[in-house]
């Protein structure tokens, strides 16, 4: 297995740009995370998705980002005007039904830097 | 409060020697429990999974669960330098929302 994939590794934009980063969860996975790690505030959840419904996106940090998960094998993170607080390291992570003992597995991460 | 609380450190321990990284929790619903290690520039890796008071052991690692205490931890024997690394404490939500809540994490430091 490939495990969870991720794209772009890295992305630099300038401010007001729209950002677009990729994920292909681990197929037969129905949990789907998206979470966002900076020094300052760590590993934060931002939305999940439950075959491919969103659950829960409280938290979102505000209408800039956006999630979709058209089918079970690819979902998107947008922000759109990016701004330059937004650049974090974003991870994308699958389960296999939720909280379970094998608990997430994590992509690589997109490295997004905002100037 | 934060709802998941690691002390940053880092913790520095010489090789050979047990480290033991700590975690409290806040919501005392929670049921499962997790430790993770994330080596630096990489993503998180599962190494522990613990859901019943007591002990649980994998090899090297052995996890602690006091849900009285809303505590969970993880002990390192025979430490490596290959186990600095900053691990990542995690703990499901209550309500059956099925949802990860990170600690900041502690970093590990183990010196030959």
């Known amino acids: 297995d490939a495990g969870v994939i991720q794209s772009p590794r890295h992305e630099v934009t300038e401010m007001g740009q729209e950002v677009t980063l990729r994920c292909k969860p681990i197929?037969?996975?129905?949990?789907l995370f998206w979470y966002r790690q900076t020094m300052m505030r760590g590993l934060e959840l931002l939305i999940y998705?439950?075959?491919?419904?969103?659950?829960?996106d409280s938290g979102m940090p505000e209408d800039r980002f956006s999630a979709k998960m058209p089918n079970a094998s690819f979902s998107t993170l947008k922000i759109q005007p990016s701004e330059p607080r937004d650049s974090a390291v974003y991870f994308c992570?699958?389960?296999?039904?939720?909280?379970?003992?094998?608990?997430?597995?994590f992509g690589s991460g997109t490295r997004l830097t905002v100037v | 409060q934060k709802e998941v609380e690691q002390n940053s450190g880092p913790l520095s321990v010489p090789e050979g020697a047990i480290a033991s990284l700590n975690c409290t929790y806040s919501?005392?619903?929670?049921?499962?429990f997790f430790w993770y290690r994330q080596y630096s520039g990489k993503s998180p890796e599962l190494i522990m999974f613990?859901?019943?008071?007591g002990d649980k052991e994998d090899g090297r690692f052995t996890a602690q669960l006091n849900k009285a205490s809303q505590y969970v931890s993880l002990l390192i024997r025979d430490s490596q330098p290959s186990d600095s690394a900053t691990y990542l404490c995690?703990?499901?939500?209550?309500?059956?929302?099925?949802?990860?809540?990170f600690g900041a994490g502690t970093r590990l430091a183990v010196h030959p």
């Open positions: 992570a699958s389960s296999l039904s939720g909280t379970g003992p094998y608990g997430y597995t």
């Open positions: 998705f439950n075959n491919n419904v969103p659950i829960d």
């Open positions: 197929s037969g996975h129905d949990y």
């Open positions: 919501d005392r619903g929670s049921q499962s």
């Open positions: 613990i859901y019943s008071n």
């Open positions: 995690a703990v499901e939500t209550s309500g059956g929302y099925n949802k990860l809540i």
